[in-house]
């Protein structure tokens, strides 16, 4: 093998596109896909790749010291491609400390399996895959680059913040080989129904309110995840060790203007009239600190490392939306909470 990769949060959203995209890609490459799977981790993402010979799974939390360094010994891991972690703002808001648990002493406790494994390995790499949250909310000018000073805002953005700033004083003080990319808020298949697309795409089938937080005026930037993939395999295998990279979509819309969007292809995929699923849109709450904008100005990326996004939001979105669609039974089985018995079926 030329390289035994470790890939935390494999079960996830992004991080089964990762691993899917490693295992295809790199069949001389061991890839591991270590996840303790949470409420967020689907083993059926990776169905169509779990027996391929380059592929293995491994159920371990990350906080747990003694089975992570036993799995750096099993499989001499060269490298490490960090995803694990909590995910979702809300989820944050009312439960900061599982937050800090997973993404601050979770990364801390990997970070120092992988220091301590890699003593004499003078080629490894560790990847800390991150978020844009963690350079705060931006007016309605002005782009976040790889200088913009650090400052999280919800409880998400400052666990993910202080796990960056980890990352790099482990390169500081101990010498890790490593990257940091912080990526703008993805969409596409697979993604958990608690975020924004998914949730409406789900709701608008289930004939359910779909729940727009404030005037719905808060603007993200949107990434296909098959492109933030791409992103990651360039970084990882060309990207300059100690350096950032930012990674967007070039691709900003107002929370109301993307749920109108879903609104108007639902529509038109489930034969309704027009306006129908519009409907049901509803004005909530605010969520409590919500950042106005997000916005990446990822021109690093792109001239350095030649990466530019292949998916328009247009074609990105009929096909999350196809997908949703045509895969009734993930969604079914992760509403119901089915899923949570494919580990035990298949691996238990
Ligand atoms: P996700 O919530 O879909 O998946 C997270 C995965 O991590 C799950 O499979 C879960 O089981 C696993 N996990 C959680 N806690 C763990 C633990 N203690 N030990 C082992 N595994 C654990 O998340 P996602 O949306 O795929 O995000 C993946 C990464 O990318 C995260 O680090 C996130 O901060 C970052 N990110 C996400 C986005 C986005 O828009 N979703 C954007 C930029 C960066
Ligand atoms: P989300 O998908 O949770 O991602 P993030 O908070 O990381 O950006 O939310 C995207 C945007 O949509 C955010 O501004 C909050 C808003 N939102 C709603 O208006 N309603 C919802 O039900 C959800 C989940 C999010």
């Known amino acids: 093998m030329k390289k035994s990769v470790l890939i935390t949060g494999g079960a996830g959203f992004i991080g089964s596109h990762v691993v899917r995209l490693f295992v295809n890609k790199?069949?001389?490459?061991?890839?591991?896909?270590?996840?303790?799977?949470?409420?967020?981790?689907?083993?059926?993402?990776?169905?169509?790749?779990?027996?391929?010979?380059?592929?293995?799974?491994?159920?371990?939390?990350?906080?747990?010291?003694?089975?992570?360094?036993?799995?750096?010994?099993?499989?001499?891991?060269?490298?490490?491609?960090?995803?694990?972690?909590?995910?979702?703002?809300?989820?944050?808001?009312?439960?900061?400390?599982?937050?800090?648990?997973?993404n601050v002493m979770g990364?801390?406790?990997?970070?120092?399996?992988?220091?301590?494994?890699?003593?004499?390995?003078?080629?490894?790499?560790?990847?800390?895959?991150?978020?844009?949250?963690?350079?705060?909310?931006?007016?309605?000018?002005?782009?976040?680059?790889?200088?913009?000073?650090?400052?999280?805002?919800?409880?998400?953005?400052?666990?993910?913040?202080?796990?960056?700033?980890?990352?790099?004083?482990?390169?500081?003080?101990?010498?890790?080989?490593?990257?940091?990319?912080?990526?703008?808020?993805?969409y596409g298949p697979n993604q958990f129904p608690e975020k924004l697309i998914p949730l409406c795409i789900h709701n608008i089938k289930e004939g359910k309110a779909l729940p727009v937080y404030g005037k719905g005026e808060n603007v993200r930037d949107w990434l296909y995840v098959e492109d933030h993939a791409r992103a990651i395999d360039l970084v990882f295998h060309k990207g300059k060790k100690g350096e950032t990279y930012n990674i967007g979509g070039f691709n900003e819309w107002k929370n109301i203007d993307i749920v109108k969007l879903i609104c108007q292809i639902m529509d038109r995929k489930m034969g309704k009239e027009d306006g129908e699923s519009a409907k049901l849109i509803t004005f909530v709450k605010d969520r409590a600190g919500h950042d106005l904008r997000y916005a990446i100005d990822a021109a690093k990326i792109n001239s350095e490392l030649a990466w530019s996004p292949v998916q328009t939001f247009e074609s990105g979105i009929e096909k999350t939306v196809n997908w949703y669609l045509e895969n009734e039974a993930w969604l079914s089985g992760v509403t119901s909470g089915d899923y949570l018995k494919y580990y035990q079926q298949h691996y238990g």
């Open 26 to 102: 790199y069949p001389d490459y061991r890839i591991i896909n270590l996840d303790c799977l949470t409420y967020a981790g689907n083993l059926e993402n990776l169905s169509d790749i779990e027996d391929k010979p380059n592929y293995v799974f491994s159920k371990v939390d990350i906080n747990d010291t003694q089975r992570l360094e036993q799995v750096f010994n099993d499989y001499q891991i060269t490298d490490v491609i960090h995803l694990a972690a909590e995910s979702h703002v809300d989820r944050s808001i009312s439960d900061p400390l599982s937050f800090v648990k997973t």
């Open 107 to 186: 990364t801390v406790n990997l970070l120092n399996a992988a220091k301590n494994f890699w003593k004499d390995l003078p080629n490894h790499l560790f990847y800390h895959v991150s978020t844009d949250e963690v350079y705060g909310s931006l007016d309605h000018g002005g782009y976040f680059t790889e200088h913009t000073p650090y400052d999280p805002q919800s409880p998400y953005s400052a666990s993910k913040a202080a796990s960056d700033h980890f990352v790099r004083a482990y390169a500081n003080t101990y010498g890790l080989r490593m990257v940091i990319s912080n990526c703008s808020n993805n």
